[in-house]
């Protein structure tokens, strides 16, 4: 059974869920996701883990910090989170922005992770950085007295999505009315990030993984992989930007593997 808490940390409240018994694994969202992505993921995961899902500090039902947060503040929160938990160690899955602040993760409290799992993870470096300057941003839309500017945010995100499948669009909307103002910080947090200064530096069993049809990530799977001494790549036939939730068979099933591993 899956349940939802809330959980004092020194970033603000933290939303989240829990399924199951034994070891840890830690599951982050991508923008402007909540928790919510991996609601169909978890107890499939918890048949053999202790598995929960949070919230980002600023997103779902977790609280929004005044502050403009970056990649180094949610990696900070996530840690305290799991110090708020009385948890030591976790294995840690991200997906895009959930992949981004897992690496940072990984490589500035390495004690704290002990598998990673990087799904659809983007690849930033300076190169990276200065193409993405004066980029549109990803969901941005301008709020209209009739509403129309959700039509705008549904078909912004459609052509990213799995045909036949409003469902899931209807819970990205959701969770993007829920981020309000922050709707684009993770993604602008992602843009500002210097990836290629902290990736070296993971130690910890790591999986990469992303879906075939992701046209952000799949094209720069193997580049993040080649930066990971040791890290495996596995790739999920049909997944879009929304695999995990698209796919809640077939994503536990990639990454299991990883997770089962003996350290």
Partial sequence: MVTRAFVATPEGQVHYRTAGEGRTVLL??????????????????????????????GYGDSDKPARACAIEDYARGAAGFLDALGIARASVVGHHTGAVIAIELAASYPERVERLVLSASPWVDAAERERRKGRPLVDHVTP????????????????????????????????????????EEGHLACSAYRMEDTIRRIRCPTLVVCGTEDPFSFPRMELVARHIAGSRRVAIPGGTVAVADQMPEAFPAAIAGCLHASS
């Fill in 28 to 57: 982050l969202h991508q923008t402007p996701r909540s928790s919510d992505e991996y609601r169909d993921v978890i107890p499939l995961l918890a048949r053999a883990f202790r598995v929960i899902a949070m919230d980002t500090i």
């Fill in 144 to 183: 209209k007295a009739d509403g129309t500017h959700l039509v705008e945010l549904w078909q912004g995100r459609m052509r990213f999505y799995p045909e036949g499948r409003p469902d899931l669009l209807a819970r990205f909307v959701m969770d993007a009315l829920k981020a309000g103002e922050k709707l």
